[in-house]
């Protein structure tokens, strides 16, 4: 996941300095990358979380989450575009970015401190 975060990092730092189609080319392959890396392990997350009998229910709150946060997401890039063009847009994008992989790290983080033996295996 975080692999991913970085890929849409770069992603967004590329288009948004773009001086070229071909920068504008690679900035979108970078995107597309971000979402191959992503996306599967978000389904295998909620395949994993979710109860066998709520499978269904569980992909459709995280569904119903994700379009929630792309329509938000998409007023604020919108409203950026429109108010400060395209490259604030991808800045503001990749700084989102950055702070889902900080965030990410932290959690990593708290969650190997909470693990029993400080994160060390029993064995």
């Known amino acids: 996941m975080f692999l991913g975060l970085t890929l849409l990092i770069v992603a967004d730092l590329v288009l948004a300095f773009a001086a070229s ?27 994993d979380t979710a109860p066998a009998e709520l499978l269904g229910t569980g992909f459709g709150i995280f569904n119903l989450a994700s379009g929630c946060a792309l329509l938000l997401a998409s007023v604020i890039a919108g409203s950026l575009w429109s108010s400060l063009g395209a490259s604030a847009t991808f800045l503001a994008g990749a700084v989102f970015a950055a702070l889902a992989a900080i965030g990410l790290l932290a959690a990593v983080r708290h969650r190997s401190h909470n693990l029993p033996n400080g994160g060390e295996s029993a064995a």
Request: without cysteine; hydrophobic residues 65%.
């Open 21 to 47: 189609p071909l920068m504008v080319f690679a900035g979108a392959a970078l995107w597309g990358l971000h979402m191959a890396f992503t996306q599967g392990l978000l389904s295998k997350l909620i395949a």
